[in-house]
């Protein structure tokens, strides 16, 4: 755990495409997070939910890759 976490620091200071897909992922986060506060959602809204989720998990897919290829 403490090897993955030293991994992520070094790629958070020297990766401009880890510090971007976090940055996204966390915008991503904070956008369901929105979403999942209210009690009911359009259709539309429904959909958007489910497109940030993916988005969310490729970006997080993305990120753990860039970790593995690191060790």
């Not at 620091?9 to 986060?29: M, Q, Y």
């Amino acid at each position: 755990m403490q090897a993955e976490t030293a991994i992520t620091d070094r790629l958070r200071e020297s990766n401009t495409e880890f510090r971007a897909l976090e940055e996204s992922h966390h915008r991503l986060a904070a956008e369901l997070s929105d979403l999942q506060r209210r009690h009911v959602l359009t259709p539309a809204e429904e959909m958007l939910k489910k497109q940030l989720q993916k988005e969310k998990l490729a970006t997080k897919d993305k990120m753990a890759e860039l970790i593995r290829s690191s060790r």
